[in-house]
């Protein structure tokens, strides 16, 4: 990832945090991105530390202008994570069967998962295809692919943002940009945490885990290698793709 300038958004912590370790121990110059500017620059300072090259880049994915500016401010990015997700405050979605939910519960799934994901994307393509070379990776779930009972606003801004992703991959192949989606089983981060730190939820996660044949929720680490090789050389003939990294959750035939 030498001479790469990689965005990752929502790097502040979990998922994005350990994208962001691992693209600058490969090289890359990261654009560390968050809403909260602290988490930004905590991040940044541990890569500094490390010996790489972070940039705090503070924005809010859904406010489109706020995204150009900072797009514009730092150059052109070479390699966009879309990363910031909104599940839920508690992680999980509000569990509300969509049934009893209304239009305002759903706006904020959709303005970060969604819009988020529309507004990146729009803002670093003009410069890849300038430069011949880019790619994309979107952070999705299963919970898009499968459905999931209790989240179904989530799980339907998901499955969006990895339909955008492919029609993305078709009208920019040819300028040598690739377009992923990497969809995610339940993952152990700040996002869930909760759920698995409180021992009273033991039945709650025991029954969560019997779905998986890997019966441990995912870490960040277990995602690195796959963004960095969707990100690299060795990835420029995989693209449109949806890649499970999910211990076996689900499975994409
Ligand atoms: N944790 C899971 O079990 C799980 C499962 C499937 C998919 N995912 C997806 O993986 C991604 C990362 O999840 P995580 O568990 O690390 O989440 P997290 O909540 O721990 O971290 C997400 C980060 O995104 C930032 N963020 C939220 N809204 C933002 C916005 N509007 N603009 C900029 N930054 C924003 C938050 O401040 C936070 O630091 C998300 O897209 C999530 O939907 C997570």
Same mark, same amino acid.
């Given at each position: 990832?030498?001479?790469?300038? =990689?965005?990752?958004? +929502?790097?502040?912590?979990?998922? *994005?945090? /350990?994208?962001?370790?691992? #693209? !600058? %121990? ?54 966009? =994570?879309?990363?910031? +997700?909104?599940?839920?405050?508690? *992680?999980? /979605?509000?569990?509300?069967? #969509? !049934? %009893? ?153």
């Amino acid at each position: 990832m030498t001479s790469r300038r =990689v965005l990752i958004t +929502g790097a502040g912590q979990g998922v *994005g945090r /350990g994208l962001a370790s691992a #693209f !600058a %121990d490969s090289g890359a110059e990261v654009l560390v991105n968050d809403l909260h500017l602290e988490r930004c620059q905590q991040v940044a300072d541990e890569i500094r530390a490390a010996g790489g090259t972070a940039v705090p880049t503070p924005f809010d994915v859904c406010d489109y202008e706020s995204v150009v500016a900072a797009v514009t401010e730092h150059g052109p990015v070479d390699v966009l =994570v879309n990363n910031a +997700g909104n599940a839920g405050a508690d *992680g999980f /979605g509000n569990r509300a069967k #969509f !049934a %009893d939910t209304a239009p305002a519960d759903w706006e904020p799934f959709l303005r970060v998962n969604l819009y988020g994901v529309l507004h990146c994307t729009r803002a670093v393509l003009p410069a890849m295809i300038t430069n011949t070379w880019g790619r994309i990776l979107t952070i999705v779930s299963d919970a898009g692919r499968t459905g999931d009972p209790g989240g179904a606003v989530y799980g339907a801004s998901k499955a969006a943002a990895a339909g955008l992703t492919r029609s993305v991959a078709l009208e920019n192949g040819r300028f040598n940009i690739t377009a992923n989606n990497i969809s995610l089983g339940t993952m152990r981060t700040p996002m869930t945490e909760p759920l698995w730190a409180d021992p009273a939820n033991s039945p709650q996660t025991k029954e969560i885990l019997r779905n998986y044949a890997i019966r441990r929720p995912g870490v960040p680490e277990d995602i690195t290698e796959l963004a960095l090789l969707l990100a690299g050389e060795h990835g420029s003939w995989i693209t449109g793709q949806t890649i499970c990294v999910n211990g076996g959750y689900s499975f994409g035939l």
